[in-house]
């Protein structure tokens, strides 16, 4: 099945930490690039960071520059979020989406493949 599995989700307070992690679907980690998406309750799907799968590019959301990094590690055809001094406004269901074909425009048109996703909850 051409999903990607993500994990890492759960609840912290502000300005605590969390890493995610996400698998590429088998045979898509080729493709251009990978990113992760996030959706709030109520709020529609917004990007928070891409990534260009075997290169060293990354784009980022305005509201996450600075507090977010997105890797990856080729070997094991993975991206990770390291998500740092969160907030409240942080909190969403986070998705994994690859087999992306363009990276620096972070839309989800672009994205053919998607994960379940994983809570993040961040507390006051």
């Known amino acids: 099945q051409l999903q990607p599995v993500e994990s890492g989700g759960d609840s912290v307070q502000a300005g605590g930490s969390l890493r995610l992690s996400c698998t590429a679907p088998k045979y898509t980690y080729t493709t251009n690039c990978m990113a992760w998406f996030r959706q709030a309750p109520g709020k529609e799907r917004e990007a928070v960071a891409s990534?260009?799968?075997?290169?060293?590019?990354?784009f980022y959301a305005d509201s996450v520059k600075g507090r977010f990094t997105i890797s990856q590690d080729v070997a094991k055809e993975a991206v990770y979020l390291q998500m740092n001094r969160l907030r409240t406004e942080d909190t969403a269901m986070y998705y994994c989406a690859a087999g992306g074909v363009v990276c620096s425009v972070l839309e989800e048109k672009y994205y053919s493949y998607w994960g379940q996703g994983t809570q993040v909850t961040v507390s006051s």
């Open positions: 990534i260009v799968t075997r290169g060293l590019d990354t």
